[in-house]
């Protein structure tokens, strides 16, 4: 599987998420969080910011969903990467 130009092939991770007080944050309140955690499958041929197995946050806004031989992905562009790990 090849990710053209400016495009990265991601599986979002889910997190864990505890206050300060350590409650654990249900999954609604998740969702409420503009950023997501993914790790990197696939970046496109002129990414140059993040490689494969990278784990980053990314504007989740901006993300699109698709199913590729039965396994669900997550497709960002570049610019919506926000932190490497």
């Given at each position: 599987?090849?990710?053209?130009?400016?495009?990265?092939?991601?599986?979002?991770?889910?997190?864990?998420?505890?206050?300060?007080?350590?409650?654990?944050?249900?999954?609604?309140?998740?969702?409420?969080?503009?950023?997501?955690?993914?790790?990197v499958v696939t970046?496109?041929?002129?990414?140059v910011g993040v490689?494969?197995?990278?784990?980053?946050?990314?504007?989740?806004?901006?993300?699109?969903?698709?199913?590729?031989?039965?396994?669900?992905?997550?497709?960002?562009?570049?610019?919506?990467?926000?932190?490497?790990?």
């Open positions: 599987m090849k990710t053209l130009g400016s495009y990265i092939l991601i599986h979002t991770v889910e997190e864990e998420m505890e206050t300060d007080s350590g409650l654990l944050l249900s999954s609604e309140d998740k969702n409420s969080f503009r950023y997501k955690l993914g790790e970046p496109g041929t002129s990414v490689k494969k197995g990278d784990k980053i946050y990314y504007d989740k806004a901006m993300s699109h969903s698709m199913v590729i031989n039965g396994e669900k992905f997550t497709i960002i562009q570049e610019r919506d990467v926000v932190v490497v790990l």
